[in-house]
T-cell receptor, first 112, second 111 residues
Framework: EPEVTQTPSHQVTQMGQEVILRCVPI?????FYWYRQILGQKVEFLVS????????KSEIFDDQFSVERPDGSNFTLKIRSTKLEDSAMYFC??????????FGEGSWLTVV | EDQVTQSPEALRLQEGESSSLNCSYT??????LFWYRQDPGKGPEFLFT???AGEEKEKERLKATLTKKESFLHITAPKPEDSATYLC????????????FGKGTMLLVSP
């Protein structure tokens, strides 16, 4: 069964450092997303990406965040200057434009 | 503002003891209501999408139903492997398929 893959599974970074989280969406999907889940809280939407541009973003997705699809298979989330409150599980998701959105296993980011 | 409220927050069942999880929602123009299963430290695993009031979908011991204000996830004769957090999410008719999630119901099934 096709799946969304994410790397790294866990990353520890110093406050103020840049982090890049990587995702390989399901191959024939066109819509890509990043969500995050702070420990013990609900899954929150960050950004959606379609046709090589951001289609929607939440208030959380401020100027320190950016997304990119550098080639035909990868989708990345960059956090420029990490803060303690960025510690969370980050989920990549993809969809073929139908109504099923598939999630990856997540990248656990710890900012110290 | 879209809201999704799940209850109970946690539920403990004996193996074979059927029950239901509730998801109440407020959204301006529902496109779809999603149920996901999430195991600890893992990503949400897709279970069902419901689109209109009265719709029902089944998968093994799980059945999801939808009304205009809420959805239920019925678990029939659960097994310990059904233990997980069950997430409900709504998708609006407008926008790019963004999901708004509830906090989830943590289900523990004891043998």
């Amino acid at each position: 069964e096709p799946e969304v893959t994410q790397t790294p599974s866990h990353q520890v970074t110093q406050m103020g450092q840049e982090v890049i989280l990587r995702c390989v969406p399901i191959s024939n999907h066109l819509y890509f997303y990043w969500y995050r889940q702070i420990l013990g809280q609900k899954v929150e939407f960050l950004v959606s990406f379609y046709n090589n541009e951001i289609s929607e973003k939440s208030e959380i997705f401020d100027d320190q965040f950016s997304v990119e699809r550098p080639d035909g298979s990868n989708f990345t989330l960059k956090i420029r200057s990490t803060k303690l409150e960025d510690s969370a599980m980050y989920f990549c998701a993809s969809s073929d434009g139908g109504n099923t959105i598939y999630f990856g296993e997540g990248s656990w980011l710890t900012v110290v | 503002e879209d809201q999704v409220t799940q209850s109970p927050e946690a539920l403990r069942l004996q193996e074979g003891e059927s029950s239901s999880l509730n998801c109440s929602y407020t959204v301006s123009g529902l496109r779809g209501l999603f149920w996901y299963r999430q195991d600890p430290g893992k990503g949400p695993e897709f279970l069902f999408t419901l689109y209109s009031a009265g719709e029902e979908k089944e998968k093994e011991r799980l059945k999801a139903t939808l009304t205009k204000k809420e959805s239920f996830l019925h678990i029939t004769a659960p097994k310990p492997e059904d233990s997980a957090t069950y997430l409900c999410a709504v998708q609006k008719r407008t926008g790019y398929s963004t999901l708004t999630f509830g906090k989830g119901t943590m289900l523990l099934v004891s043998p």
